[in-house]
């Protein structure tokens, strides 16, 4: 969005992109956490996993809440008012 690529390419959904983006993330986040959380060398290791797995939950609701938000069996566009 700070390069204004959302009005150069509007062949891309990009709220959709960033429900992506999230569940990627929260993806790549969960094997990590779970090796640290695992394998805990050390207590930093083991804090690492463990706010790493909070940072998943946080991942996932921002992709809850962006498709809740745009709502993909929702009409689009504006209602026409009535006469």
Known sequence: YLLKLDARVRC????L?????????????????????IIKTNKGTLAGGVLGLILLVLCLVDAFLLFKKIGLGKARGRSAPGR
């Open 12 to 15: 891309l959904s990009w709220p």
């Open 17 to 37: 992109a960033d429900i992506i983006n999230s569940v990627v993330a929260a993806l790549f986040l969960l094997v990590v956490c779970l090796f640290a959380v």
